[in-house]
């Protein structure tokens, strides 16, 4: 008999002989803390299907980690002290940048079901689609079942896109592939949400030192989660298995989908840049500024939340403002403002449109849309790196027209690919945000926050 696991639950037990079910792209600490927890339930509970072969897209960091580790790696959902607990779903990991061969061979593997992505915002692009066409037409050419597919990125209608994306690619390469695509695979839209900072070289330390063994792959993240995921499943069964451990399987996840994009999301990085520009370096030290954490909750009550269907939002609001202000997390103003051209498309656009819409200027968004402005030029103006995949387009304006806030609103403001030409049109917002942009220059931040604070319909005193 084998001797009991440390980690609670040997391999073994997962099923020896048994290949991954599923296939994830995008190893991150986001996955390792979600999804990758999700299918350990599913696996301990004695179901074999849910081991995962897990890629990064570029890095080798996280592969490499887990690979020495055979898999298995700690999280911990708890303030401290930290209760760790092992996760062992990851069975199989590795790099597409270094091996896609190797990618395209599990996503055609017999055994493989499922295939999920967390490739970020910016992910999106004909090189992924490429990479699922070609695993999926081998499973074409190989007489294979279809795939479930679902992106987890904080994208609005994000299986739909991805499905789109591939269809395309397919149709391109053979019509009779995209054809099969269409009828065997099926691209649930899905919501993921749980905060997972980037962990660091202090996680590991302590994760280290309390299990007494290298924990290198070790993860602190918030202990609330949710996925909620469209109800469109090549089999049918699984939504009942996965509603058996928590996930919440839906008709439809736009009311979701919607809510934590704008009020979770939009308010994120609202928090970011505001943060990096009042000189707060995470999102707690942000929270525990009275003036901001105000400031914040009137944001989402007064614009993030419009157009919002979810039930119970005034509870939803308040349960947002205490995870942001929990104290256990050390998230990183600046990593959350990172990639902010894809993000801002997904959280504050359509919320800024649909308010500029019935005829008001949203003016809370256009401070924070004026502090992003600040942050790009500081960075810039600091010789720091702006982590954006539109970097080049930002600095040529910053270069171009930096010396004149007026002009580098306009400048930032007018570009299409962020803002949509519903925006980049919109004299009277524009406007909104040139006052917000010298109001932060001339007083500061802080104040141009309180002041818009103070001139609110509600503003609480
Ligand atoms: C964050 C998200 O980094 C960011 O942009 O807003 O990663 C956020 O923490 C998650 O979406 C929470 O579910």
Sequence with gaps: MMPPSPRGVSRLAYGPAQSPGVV??????FHRAHQAIVFDDLLRSGDTRWGIAAFGMQSDRVSAVLADAD????????????????????????????????????????????????VTEKGYT???????????????????????????????????HLK??????????????????????????????????????????MATQALGEPAAGAVVAEPFWEWVIEHDFCD??????????????????????????????????????VGVLAGLETVFQAMS???????????????????????????????????????????????????????????????????????RIPKHMAITSAAWVHCLKKWRADNQPINDPLAIDLVASIEADGHDGTRLVR????????????????????DAVVSAYHAIAQHGIQTAVESVAQSAPNHAS
């Design 24 to 29: 994830h792209l995008g190893l991150g600490a």
């Design 71 to 118: 898999g298995w790696f700690p999280v911990s959902t708890n303030a401290p002290p930290h209760a760790w607990r092992w996760v062992g779903s990851i069975w199989e990991t590795g790099v597409v940048s270094a091996n896609r061969a190797q990618a395209v061979e599990a996503i055609a593997a017999p055994d493989t079901r499922w295939l999920t992505l967390t």
């Design 411 to 430: 400048s930032l403001l007018g570009i299409e690919r962020i803002w949509t030409s519903a925006l980049t049109t919109h004299d009277e917002w524009i």
């Design 289 to 359: 500024q009275p003036w901001l954490s105000r400031w914040l909750r009137l944001m989402m009550e007064e614009e993030l939340q419009w157009g919002i269907t979810r039930p119970n939002t005034p509870d939803y609001i308040a349960q947002l403002l205490e995870r942001f202000a929990n104290p256990a997390l050390a998230h990183k103003t600046a990593q959350i403002a990172s990639d902010s051209s894809q993000k801002i498309k997904q959280r504050w656009v359509p919320v800024i449109s649909a308010i500029l819409a019935t005829g």
């Design 236 to 273: 049918p069964t699984d939504a009942e298995v996965l509603a058996r451990v928590g996930v919440t399987v839906v008709d439809d996840v736009s009311p979701y989908e919607f809510a934590k994009l704008q009020l979770l999301n939009g308010a994120h990085s609202t928090i970011a840049f």
């Design 164 to 205: 789109a994306c591939c269809e395309e690619v397919a149709e391109a390469l053979s019509p009779k592939l995209a054809h099969w695509i269409h009828l065997n695979c099926r691209f649930p839209n899905s919501m993921v949400d749980r905060i997972v900072p980037a962990p660091t070289p202090e996680v590991v330390a």
């Design 126 to 160: 004909p090189w992924l689609a490429d990479l699922i066409v070609d695993g999926l037409s081998h499973r074409f050419t190989r007489g294979l079942d279809g795939l479930t597919i679902a992106s987890c990125d904080n994208l609005r209608g994000n299986g739909r």
